[in-house]
């Protein structure tokens, strides 16, 4: 039984191995590798042949010695002259590459170098246009971008960044329209980017905005998905009062959201003895001793706690407190971005040494719309009219903004619901206060563009306070 198996598996095998398919395919897989093999060896024959033989075309239209000074005329009409060059060396050229590297001078070379630069610059802006208008957002008139109905247009860093976003999610890579843009919508990065620029097109100082994002970038300062950014600082701590329960509340409701990115409303605080902790209600009963509070009621609390005082150290008359938006009318500030050390709020990259402006490191959050100037001569500092104090910072952690584990996209809440309160209001009294400064910086952007803008921003409202990160 088991011999007359094999010899039934021996011919299944025969059958299928020498079946009429089978001969079929490997007589067409012979033809094709002997073709494929002929027509190798001629190309091959082909390139060694004309290898061998001179260059009848010339690469060049015509050339003229006279005395040391050799001119030479290309296909395309470009007349190349050099001295002390010896026309039998320009018998030699075999590509007209070979013409210009033997006739090249510096000032031929760079200009050469400039314009593949500048053939490189348009090919990248056009493509950067193609992508950009594909989103649907955006719009290109006179060789500028624009959003949509903002009759402002883009600055090219940010352009680039833009595009860049748009080509990973490229109509050609996932084939519809409609699903690039949804992918678009679904990118954090994109959405607080075009929220950012929206907010730059209602700053009243044209050139703060068109600095801004190129500030951002050098620097590399993030933006959370508000479209506001985050900065450092330093201040003076107003009274003799402990401020360890509000350093502890600030930077643990701040990291909570940042690095745990868990709702701050799921914890509570506690004075154990030797020190305060936090405790996950919903995962561990900690008891009712020494209990201080949960953790969000006592970030929104702050500004209420006698502790809670500083200042700067220039004038001691401050009253800056942890979790307050601190403001000043624009026209009180200097817009000018010639001046280094003026009027306004000033917040700093790492770049900048603030070790003068005080003893306690903080980190704000900043609206675009409210910078006053990014001064040109100043590495890491700008000005502003108004500023969100976020948290205190430790020494060991002055340039928390740098840990890949602290993100900001969702820690600005707070501030944008703050932000979002009377906005259209807000804007326009910023351009108000801009006019009285009688300088020629006011974009050209009308009421009814405000309003949109505002209206957008506004939209966004319940939107945002529902995609509130893990619990």
């Known amino acids: ?55 009848l075309i010339k690469p060049y239209h015509s050339s003229i010695q006279v005395n040391d000074t050799l001119t030479v005329v ?38 050469k170098e400039k314009q593949e630069e500048v053939k490189k610059e348009i090919e990248l802006i056009v493509s950067n246009f193609d992508i950009l208008v594909q989103t649907g957002d955006f719009e290109v008139k006179d060789n500028s971008v624009y959003l949509k109905g903002i009759n402002r247009s883009v600055p090219k860093l940010l352009i680039n960044k833009f595009a860049n976003i748009c080509q990973e999610y490229s109509r050609d890579t996932y084939g519809t329209d409609a699903h690039f843009s949804q992918l678009l919508d679904e990118d954090i990065e994109y959405q607080s980017l075009i929220r950012f620029w929206k907010k730059c097109c209602l700053n009243p100082n044209a ?54 990115k868990k709702k701050p409303s799921n914890f509570e605080v506690f004075n154990d003895g030797s020190g305060f902790v936090i405790v996950n209600s919903q995962k561990q009963n900690h008891g009712e001793n020494n209990h201080m509070g949960n953790l969000e009621k006592l970030y929104l609390d702050l500004p209420n706690m006698q502790e809670n005082r500083y200042t700067s150290a220039h004038t001691g008359l401050e009253d800056y407190r942890v979790g307050n938006v601190i403001s000043m009318p624009r026209d009180e500030g200097d817009d000018d971005n010639t001046r280094n050390c003026s009027f306004g709020y000033h917040a700093a990259s790492k770049q900048y040494d603030y070790s003068d402006f005080g003893n306690q490191d903080i980190l704000v959050i900043i609206n675009p719309m409210d910078v006053l ?25 002055r340039y928390i903004l740098d840990e ?12 944008e619901e703050k932000c979002l309160e009377n906005l259209e ?47």
């Not at 299928?16 to 027509?39: M, P, Q």
């Open 74 to 111: 290309l296909n395309n009409g470009q007349v190349l002259t050099k001295q002390n060059v010896e026309s039998e060396k320009l018998g030699e050229c075999k590509t007209e590459d070979d013409v210009i590297k033997l006739m090249s001078t510096k000032e031929l070379v760079q200009e």
């Open 1 to 55: 039984m088991v011999a007359l198996f094999f010899k039934l598996k021996q011919m299944e095998n025969k059958m299928k191995y020498l079946s009429l398919s089978w001969f079929k395919s490997k007589i067409e897989k012979g033809v094709e590798t002997a073709i494929e093999k002929v027509v190798t060896k001629k190309v091959e024959n082909l390139v060694e042949e004309l290898s061998n033989q001179e260059v």
């Open 207 to 260: 050139q703060s905005a068109e600095d801004l994002y190129e500030f951002l970038e050098h620097h590399n300062m993030k933006i959370d998905q508000h479209g506001n950014f985050y900065a450092y600082r330093r201040v003076k701590k107003a009274s003799s009062e402990n401020t360890e329960l509000v350093d502890f509340i600030s930077n643990s409701y701040n990291k909570i959201k940042a690095v745990w």
């Open 425 to 471: 209001e807000h804007v326009k009294k910023g351009f108000t206060e801009e006019v009285k400064r009688h300088t020629f910086t006011i974009p050209n952007i009308s009421a009814n563009e405000i309003t949109t803008i505002c209206k957008s921003l506004t939209d966004i409202q319940e939107e945002l306070k529902s995609r509130v990160v893990n619990i």
């Open 373 to 397: 100037a990014v001064p040109r001569g100043e590495v890491g500092k700008l000005r502003t009219c108004r500023w969100y104090f976020a948290m205190t910072l430790e020494e060991n952690e």
């Open 404 to 415: 890949d584990c602290f993100d900001v996209t969702h820690l600005g809440d707070i501030f």
